[in-house]
Nanobody, 123 residues
């Protein structure tokens, strides 16, 4: 099992920055990739970013490239998502997810999920 807990969501204005955190715990043999997804009301879940821990490879969704950055604090078992130049279109519930099996942006391939944290960007 893997436990994931997101935090850091807030109401911000367009152009602001925000950092989300995902605290993870559980056997490391159960996962090798951590990811962020988001889901806005009435829309499908969208890939934001992921890191494959074995090689430290990081990937980002097209809509956030150049604005969002993944980082890790392995001492604290935390995955962070730094979000800059936020736009109203970034408004969504942001979820942290984990899987074993390598890097992928396909949400249904992630078996472990946190409960999400709300990010709202006002114009």
């Amino acid at each position: 099992q893997v436990q994931l807990a997101e935090s850091g969501g807030a109401l911000v204005q367009a152009g602001d920055s925000l950092r989300l955190s995902c605290a993870f715990s559980g056997r490391t043999t159960n996962w090798d990739t951590l990811a962020w997804f988001r889901q806005a009301p009435g829309k499908e879940r969208e890939f934001v970013a992921a890191i494959y821990y074995i090689s430290n490879y990081k990937g980002y969704g097209d809509s956030v490239k150049g604005r969002f950055t993944l980082s890790t604090d392995n001492d604290k078992n935390t995955l962070m998502l730094q979000m800059n130049s936020l736009k109203p279109d970034d408004t969504a519930v942001y979820y942290c997810a984990a899987r074993r099996g390598g890097y992928t942006s396909i949400s249904k391939l992630y078996p472990y999920w946190g409960q999400g944290t709300q990010v709202t960007v006002s114009s």
